[in-house]
């Protein structure tokens, strides 16, 4: 049991994970790696706490515990977007209240003497962090090593300056490692999901990718050891119903991925739950067989990496993709009923020009045709991951980078530019892109080209499960009469007519979507609704709809009013269904039981 009364004490390490306030941080900064860390450190006998957040949370980092204590020691999560913020709080920190500060990350490894200076910390963590922080521990409070002799770091001498110990070997054995306790964390109790981690390393060489420049063996946690700790966190936290596996190479292994799959099915009769994983476009393109197995197992949302509609661009990126290959996958995944498929565009990156941006443009536009109300994307700009090919070397990329602007910028400005696209280019491109991509798919969605049924599925995982796409969260909603009627519909409050038994229909209540008076114009004289005219018996019907009588009652109502102008009862109940059905089409009617 990893909570007790040691919460009260003060803390030998905090560890802390506070980014800046943008849209691109997401989940209050839910890492797994802090977790994992502090699971790792308290079975070793230390006290470890863990802070996530907004930059404006900083002020709480020192704050006395129960006992008047504050942290002995404090180590960061530094990252490409976050490395600033880190570097002056670290100096505060240091400076203020005198403790150690240690800090590491995914980007950590390229840290030098120059931030460790500004930073005023007692190290900087490389790569996997479990043992070297630990030793960091046991040398600072428990007499242990002195850090010339611990590996993976890297550090200030006083005497002999910058010192950089040889690199950690990666951990071979990660079943030996405890499942993270989520517990531990501030308001998890409101959580909907949680992270996974199934693995580490990646084969890959991404020019782009830190992920690619760093660690290239990969080593997988057992699928037993993995699917025992979904269900402990599921047992844990019900409210979750949304886990996400973090790997980038979830997909690599097929025979893998099938185990996994029959294990989430066994899992999902017990725990009502979906999931989410980044599946690489060349492993699924192999092996389509895996799109299917994941979908039936669950599989809400998967990301894949497009980076780019180019062929050129893709080679220089080093993806060993195509655009064939990528609409292929993104078909698969149509034809697989994944409901969710999501990739980005990078935007300043090789070779750049307004000819390789249209070409991702129509790379986007064929894979939203390929899966309508399924795949959704957004261009973002490049950025130069710290050790990655196109760092080190961007002008054999053809591109140059433009670093400095990271000292008061992140996301929101380019940081590179090419011989054809200068900063206020792509400033211009990514705007017209986006603003392109969100009106190719409103045309698509206001001209019927997605499905009743996705919409309602991508719905469904909404309102049952809190997984969202750019579909839901920015195209469907702008018609506001189908979105009440696709939420309302989801949530189980109505149902469509073709869900219910035929011999049943009569006794349901049809029940609008809208009221009248917001919802029905008359400013022409006669009544409309979504731009229709309404004949007389259009508009009784509607009027009826108001779920207060059953569906057998609205017809002899409607009948008694208008049933004179047909030849018989028969040919009225046929126009008025056809009537019924066009409302429920237009997302103006639907059906309650009560």
């Given at each position: 049991?990893i909570?007790?009364?040691?919460?009260?004490?003060?803390?030998?390490?905090?560890?802390?994970?506070?980014?800046?306030?943008?849209?691109?941080?997401?989940?209050?900064?839910?890492?797994?790696?802090l977790?994992?860390?502090?699971?790792?450190?308290?079975?070793?006998?230390?006290?470890?706490g863990?802070r996530?957040?907004?930059?404006?949370?900083?002020?709480?980092?020192?704050?006395?515990?129960?006992?008047?204590?504050?942290?002995?020691?404090?180590?960061?999560?530094?990252?490409?977007?976050?490395?600033?913020?880190?570097?002056?709080?670290?100096?505060?920190?240091?400076?203020?209240y005198?403790?150690?500060?240690f800090?590491?990350?995914?980007?950590?490894?390229?840290?030098?003497?120059?931030?460790?200076?500004?930073?005023?910390?007692?190290?900087?963590?490389?790569?996997?962090?479990?043992?070297?922080?630990?030793?960091?521990?046991?040398s600072?409070?428990r007499?242990?090593?002195?850090?010339?002799?611990?590996?993976?770091?890297?550090?200030?001498?006083?005497?002999?300056?910058?010192?950089?110990?040889?690199?950690?070997?990666p951990?071979?054995?990660l079943?030996?490692?405890?499942?993270?306790?989520?517990?531990?964390?501030?308001?998890?109790?409101?959580?909907?999901?949680?992270?996974?981690?199934?693995?580490?390393?990646?084969?890959?060489s991404?020019?782009?990718?830190?992920?690619?420049?760093?660690?290239?063996?990969?080593?997988?946690?057992?699928?037993?050891?993995?699917?025992?700790?979904?269900?402990?966190?599921?047992?844990?936290?019900?409210?979750?119903?949304?886990l996400?596996?973090?790997?980038?190479?979830?997909?690599?292994?097929?025979?893998?991925?099938?185990?996994?799959?029959?294990?989430?099915?066994?899992?999902r009769?017990d725990f009502?739950?979906?999931?989410?994983?980044?599946?690489?476009?060349?492993?699924?393109?192999?092996?389509?067989?895996?799109?299917?197995?994941?979908?039936?197992?669950?599989?809400?949302?998967?990301?894949?990496?497009?980076?780019?509609?180019?062929?050129?661009?893709?080679?220089?990126?080093r993806?060993?993709?195509?655009?064939?290959?990528?609409?292929k996958v993104?078909?698969?995944?149509?034809?697989?009923?994944?409901?969710?498929v999501?990739?980005?565009?990078i935007?300043?990156?090789p070779?750049?020009?307004?000819?390789?941006?249209e070409?991702?443009?129509?790379?986007?536009?064929?894979?939203?045709?390929?899966?309508?109300?399924?795949?959704?994307?957004?261009?973002?700009?490049?950025?130069?991951?710290?050790?990655?090919?196109?760092?080190?070397?961007?002008?054999?990329?053809?591109?140059k980078?433009?670093?400095?602007?990271?000292?008061?910028?992140?996301?929101?400005?380019?940081?590179?530019?090419?011989?054809?696209?200068?900063?206020?280019?792509?400033?211009?491109?990514?705007?017209?892109?986006?603003?392109?991509?969100?009106?190719?798919?409103r045309?698509?969605?206001?001209?019927?080209?997605?499905?009743?049924?996705?919409?309602?599925?991508?719905?469904?995982?909404?309102?049952?499960?809190?997984?969202?796409?750019?579909?839901?969260?920015?195209?469907?909603?702008?018609?506001?009469?189908?979105?009440?009627?696709?939420?309302?519909?989801?949530?189980?409050?109505?149902?469509?007519?073709?869900?219910?038994?035929?011999?049943?229909?009569?006794?349901?209540?049809?029940?609008?979507?809208?009221?009248?008076?917001?919802?029905?114009?008359?400013?022409?004289?006669?009544?409309?609704?979504?731009?229709?005219?309404?004949?007389?018996?259009?508009?009784?019907?509607?009027?009826?709809?108001?779920?207060?009588?059953?569906?057998?009652?609205?017809?002899?109502?409607?009948?008694?009013?208008?049933?004179?102008l047909f030849d018989c009862?028969?040919?009225f109940?046929?126009?008025?269904?056809?009537?019924?059905?066009?409302?429920?089409?237009?997302?103006?009617?639907?059906?309650?039981?009560?």
């Amino acid at each position: 049991m990893i909570i007790n009364k040691e919460e009260n004490k003060a803390l030998d390490i905090l560890l802390v994970n506070l980014h800046r306030d943008y849209c691109g941080f997401l989940n209050g900064g839910l890492t797994i790696g802090l977790n994992l860390l502090a699971v790792f450190l308290r079975e070793r006998g230390y006290n470890a706490g863990i802070r996530m957040g907004l930059a404006c949370a900083a002020d709480e980092l020192m704050k006395p515990s129960a006992d008047g204590g504050i942290p002995k020691s404090i180590g960061f999560y530094c990252d490409y977007e976050n490395v600033t913020l880190v570097r002056g709080l670290s100096a505060d920190i240091s400076k203020k209240y005198g403790i150690a500060v240690f800090i590491g990350g995914p980007q950590a490894s390229e840290l030098g003497a120059g931030f460790i200076e500004a930073a005023r910390c007692d190290a900087v963590v490389r790569g996997e962090g479990e043992y070297a922080l630990l030793e960091l521990l046991d040398s600072k409070f428990r007499g242990g090593k002195k850090y010339n002799e611990i590996d993976g770091i890297s550090y200030i001498d006083a005497e002999k300056g910058f010192i950089k110990t040889p690199d950690r070997p990666p951990i071979e054995d990660l079943d030996k490692f405890p499942h993270p306790d989520f517990r531990l964390e501030k308001g998890h109790e409101t959580w909907n999901s949680f992270p996974v981690m199934t693995g580490r390393g990646c084969p890959f060489s991404c020019a782009f990718c830190h992920e690619g420049a760093g660690v290239k063996k990969v080593r997988y946690r057992s699928v037993e050891k993995v699917l025992d700790e979904i269900k402990t966190h599921l047992t844990r936290h019900p409210q979750c119903k949304y886990l996400f596996f973090i790997d980038d190479t979830f997909t690599l292994n097929s025979k893998r991925v099938a185990g996994f799959c029959d294990g989430l099915i066994k899992l999902r009769r017990d725990f009502d739950f979906v999931w989410f994983c980044e599946g690489h476009v060349q492993t699924l393109a192999r092996d389509p067989e895996m799109l299917y197995r994941m979908s039936e197992a669950g599989l809400a949302k998967l990301f894949i990496g497009v980076e780019s509609g180019s062929d050129k661009v893709l080679s220089l990126y080093r993806k060993q993709t195509d655009r064939e290959m990528i609409i292929k996958v993104v078909s698969e995944c149509e034809k697989a009923n994944i409901a969710q498929v999501a990739g980005n565009i990078i935007l300043g990156g090789p070779v750049e020009s307004p000819a390789t941006i249209e070409e991702s443009l129509s790379l986007v536009k064929a894979l939203l045709r390929a899966a309508p109300g399924r795949f959704d994307t957004a261009g973002f700009y490049f950025i130069p991951y710290p050790g990655t090919a196109i760092t080190l070397d961007p002008e054999k990329f053809g591109m140059k980078t433009i670093c400095r602007r990271e000292n008061h910028s992140l996301e929101d400005i380019p940081l590179s530019e090419t011989e054809l696209m200068n900063f206020e280019d792509l400033l211009a491109a990514r705007l017209e892109f986006n603003r392109s991509v969100q009106k190719e798919m409103r045309k698509m969605y206001r001209d019927g080209c997605v499905a009743h049924e996705t919409i309602i599925q991508s719905y469904r995982l909404m309102v049952d499960y809190g997984v969202y796409s750019r579909w839901i969260a920015q195209i469907y909603p702008e018609n506001a009469v189908k979105n009440n009627y696709y939420t309302l519909i989801a949530g189980g409050a109505l149902k469509r007519s073709n869900e219910i038994e035929p011999g049943e229909l009569p006794a349901w209540r049809p029940q609008r979507t809208f009221e009248i008076w917001n919802g029905v114009s008359f400013d022409e004289g006669y009544p409309s609704a979504g731009g229709r005219v309404l004949s007389p018996l259009e508009y009784e019907l509607l009027l009826l709809c108001s779920a207060k009588i059953k569906l057998s009652e609205v017809i002899d109502a409607a009948f008694q009013k208008y049933g004179r102008l047909f030849d018989c009862r028969g040919e009225f109940e046929i126009k008025a269904a056809a009537i019924l059905l066009e409302f429920e089409n237009n997302g103006w009617m639907a059906y309650s039981r009560f």
